[in-house]
C-alpha cells in the first residue's frame, strides 16, 4: 500500500511537501505518480517518477507545475516526496499518491496497482 502525508492549508506563493510511504513493496522498481483532483474536475497526473535503472530516475511533470514541483526518491525509506513550490490557488486539490509497477513514463489511472486515500491541498489566503 502507500500512504500520502504533508496536505494542508497554505497561502499563495507557499510551499508544501508532501510525502509517499510505501509498504508491503520496493519502489524502487515501480513508477510512483503523484495525481490530484480538484472540485469538479477529472484526476489528472502531476509529476511521476520512473526507475530506468537503480541509479537513474526519470521525471515527468504537467506543464502547470514545471519548474515548480519537483517529484524525488529516498530508496533508504522506501518514500517518494512531492516539494510544491509557489503554491498558487488553482493548485487546490486532493493529491494521490501511486505506484505501477515497471517503467511508464506517464502512467494514466488505469496503470497504476496500488492507491493512496489521498491529501488535501488548499492555497488560499
Known amino acids: 500500500q502507500v500512504v500520502e502525508s504533508g496536505g494542508g492549508l497554505v497561502q499563495p506563493g507557499g510551499s508544501l511537501r508532501l510525502t509517499c510511504t510505501a509498504s508491503?513493496?520496493?519502489?524502487?522498481?515501480?513508477?510512483i505518480g503523484w495525481f490530484r483532483q480538484a472540485p469538479g474536475k477529472e484526476r489528472e497526473l502531476v509529476a511521476a517518477?520512473?526507475?530506468?535503472?537503480?541509479?537513474?530516475?526519470?521525471?515527468y511533470y504537467t506543464d502547470s507545475v514545471k519548474g515548480r514541483f519537483t517529484i524525488s526518491r529516498d530508496s533508504a525509506k522506501n518514500t517518494v516526496y512531492l516539494q510544491m513550490n509557489s503554491l498558487k490557488p488553482e493548485d487546490t486539490a486532493v493529491y494521490y499518491c501511486?505506484?505501477?509497477?515497471?517503467?511508464?513514463?506517464?502512467?494514466?489511472?488505469?496503470?497504476?496497482?496500488?492507491w493512496g486515500k489521498g491529501t488535501l491541498v488548499t492555497v488560499s489566503s
Open positions: 501511486a505506484a505501477a509497477r515497471g517503467r511508464l513514463s506517464q502512467p494514466d489511472d488505469g496503470d497504476m496497482d496500488y
Open positions: 508491503g513493496f520496493t519502489s524502487d522498481y515501480y513508477t
Open positions: 517518477s520512473t526507475p530506468i535503472t537503480m541509479s537513474i530516475i526519470r521525471t
